[in-house]
């Protein structure tokens, strides 16, 4: 994939951010990569990253400041900013709020915004819950138009049975097969 415009929403699944910056880097090396970053994302230390060093990494793999409010987000729509919108690592919250219509982060603005051009909005999850309280919303999803999955799994099926998530590695694929409008199979791996 080359010359897109691609806009990757960041949620709070902390254990997941050493995953989503390499694929950040290599989308960014031939297209333009805007991230857009959740408050829990942009501004909570964690034992896997200290905010300031993520937004920091983040801004250096795309080599542009991030969206960071929801006003800034709002802008995605009238705009026309993206091609394509990833939102990687998307927690089972904001899942939950986008098939309900929330829009209370950054993250979902921008995907609120985004959808309402017909674009597409591609989900790559990590969630604890998916076979679980999750579920129902990964099923209305799956159901919406213009939203598509990378590819996702049971990440540790022994010691979280219910717990799945994204294939990473997959994330470029589905945004190639999202912008044909199609979704990137097989979904559950």
Known sequence: ?????????????????????????????????????????????????????FVRDVTEATGREAITTIAQAEQVGPQKLFDVFLIAPCTGNTMAKLRLGITDTPVLMAAKAHLRNGRPVVIAFSTNDALSAAAGNIGELLNRKNIYFVPFGQDDPINKPRSMAALFDRCESALEAALEGKQLQPIVD
């Open 1 to 53: 994939m080359t010359n897109k415009k691609i806009g990757v929403g960041i949620c709070g699944s902390f254990c997941t951010f050493g995953k989503i910056l390499p694929v950040i880097e290599d989308l960014a090396r031939n297209n333009q990569v805007t991230a857009v970053l959740s408050y829990a994302a942009h501004n909570t230390d964690t034992r896997f990253y200290k905010a300031e060093e």
